[in-house]
């Protein structure tokens, strides 16, 4: 099936169903005002019995998935209160309205290479085996670390799946393969949803990506509107398979009779859009970043740096929101199960005694002191100068240099979240701009 | 915000710092800039007196420019301060951090400043190309020397949601706070919504303050060498300009926080750190948080894990909040730094209930003496001692 057509309106039922086969992601609930965190496991809503009036509308436990995760307006004016209950109010429609809102705050990233991730389980006194005689170290994987079910992402961004490429370069390498990576990334299809309305912070196309780019997608929706005078209807996804998984999975919903096939309207719709988009994110776009190299090559020492770092607080708010940056560190902790639980292991595993411990991968951030810190003491990366200058060099010269494509989608976020309004997009173009002055040949001469 | 004409306040502000940096008075003006954003201001360093052109202050300066201070090589340094950035000046003298004579202070009175959250949560799905603030004296008219539109804003207000259609819902919302009242600041936002249709919505200013605005005890400098009015005037400070804070502490949120048990309690506080991802960016924007090494970054031994284990993430946030027990001036800016929306501010300002109820302390409004737990009288009350 190449390409299918859903209402709006059937959209839970389409999750619903692929829920059965598959453990379904979307964009998840804000963690406060300011739009959703990341992504979170869709939870079908239990259909009410022939007959019977559906669940309360003021059950959370029911409602969580449609109207919490949409934190809505709760200043202190009259609407405040009010427009909360009205909205606790909304059934299933909520769930397209949501994903209207450009990104989540917490990039796709996160499903592939979580914050932390438990890497290696270990006891060191004796038991799971260690030397056969009650002493001694053994060595397993910790539970629920690699994923069994597989995954369907339903809603994700061209920008953040077009990161999920310039990850696979670094996990997915021949040399060094990941297989925490490697096996999330398999067993995930992704569908994405093209930009009708881009961010004023986007600028994907700048990054070679584009509103509707279909990099690291297995399906592409339209989000079309509802056609004028149809006040009824929210409107449609066209989803268009990218790779024959994608392909695969609309054929699974075709045959659940949840859609059809698109017209010829639809088609010049969805082009439409595309046009639309391209036209409104082209006005102040950043320099192009994919030759970015060619003068970050040569101005290493440039007194720039010591400008554009003054006020850069030393965060990792743009690291770690950065759907492409894949820093990470390893540490060593307690065992959350043993510790917690006086000895038993977390859901029904075997008795596991106190003295083990989990390796856990986390992300890093090439902005904190601590990254780069020596035993010995010394710090390659002193002050905020180094610091930011490597966080630009690794994106646009380092990274294309040796994988050849630029760390950076275009997707805004560090331009939004950075508490200080540090924005990227200048920089690239500040950059772009010492090139243009041959400033970098004379610096690197 | 580029089409509007700078404040009276902007002028003044400008004229001043130029002359400080041309007269050699200072070496570097640390202020606030236009950001690259509607609505977001960006802190700016001049050090020569054209940079000074690029200065301003309104309700979008967000940032505690005092966390600048301990960074700064130059000799010299002018702060253009808010009440709360001015108040962690004097605790930098408190704290031995820097000396009173390098600082020079640029007192501005503030009315409070953005909370983007706020925003972020009011637009939705909306995308926002254009906001600005707004004065209205009466029924849908403009303020004196403020660039137009302004009356269609206010005129428009119960469409100001109101984009029909798809949209839905969030069209269907009320606007919040729509009555216009007099002399009233308001927020003019404009943008397209998710199908690109053009809206435009006028707030009140409070729906989008942010809270530790709402209960500022010191919307004015203390110890200013020079205050600039809200009409471009200047005043000269005499360090005798505003001591003290503006009225008495209220602690109504924290009052209703400790009525809870104390399950309830600890439920809302994992609920909240649940949130963080360790980004570390309230220790970062907090002024108190100058520690060379945050004992989270300790490696030998390392003091707390690493991952987002929800233990070490309550012990950071902890910890955290106790070291700036009698420090934090709740300026707020960890609460508008945090990209997760986690409301640290209730940590901070239960310990500031603390300091105020038990030992009648609010900080940063001394720059001698000693900090309040560098001192002890025998008749201290020690309820707190477990």
Known sequence: ???????????????????????????????APGGPSGFRLFEPRPMPAPGKPGPSERDSSVNRQTCDEDTLWNGTGQ????????????PEERLPQFLRRVLTVKPLKELFFPRSEPILGYCVDGAFGGNGDGTGVSVFMPEGVLPGKPRVVFGARPCDAASLTVLDRVFADEAYPDDFYISRRKNTIIVGLGCNVPAPTCFCPATGGDPFGTAGLDVLAYDLPALDGDGSSQGHYLMKAVTREGEALLGFLSEAHLGEGPSESDERACMALEERARKAI?????????SLGRVLGGIFNHPYWATLHEKCLGCAACTYLCPTCHCFDISEEPDPGASRSGGESPKGGPERPRLTGVRVRNWDSCMFPIFTLHTSGHNPRPTGLERVRQRVMHKFYYFPENFGAVACVGCGRCVKYCPVNLDIREVISHIAALGGTGVAESISA | MSAQSPSALTKTLREFCAGLLDEGRVDVVVGFGRGTLPLRSTPVFARNPDDASRLIFDATCENNLSVFVPKLKDKRIAVVAKGCDSRWLNQYILERQTEGERLYVIGVRCQGVIDRKKLDAYLGSRRLLEGRLEEIRGQGECGEGLEGEGAGGTGGVEGAGGVKGAEGVEGARPGPGVSVSDGHIKWHLEGNDAEGRPWAASLDFEDLLSDSCKVCVKKGPVYADVVIGENGETVKGNGETAKGPEREPSFDDVKEVEGASIEERWKAFRSEVSKCIRCYACRQACPGC????????RSAPRWIGGSDDETDTMVFHLMRAMHLAGRCVDCGACVRACPMGVDLGLLNRKLQKDGWVLFHHIAGFEREGKPLFGTFLPDDPNDFIL
């Open chain 1, 79 to 90: 609407g405040g209160q009010k427009g909360r209950d009205r909205e606790n109010h909304l």
């Open chain 2, 290 to 297: 100058y520690c060379k090494e945050c004992f989270v970054d």
């Open chain 1, 282 to 290: 082209a006005a102040g776009l950043p320099a192009d970043t994919q």
């Open chain 1, 1 to 31: 099936m190449a390409a299918l057509k859903i209402t709006k309106m059937a959209l839970n039922s389409v999750l619903a169903l692929m829920s059965e086969r598959w453990d379904v992601f979307v964009p998840s609930p804000s963690p």
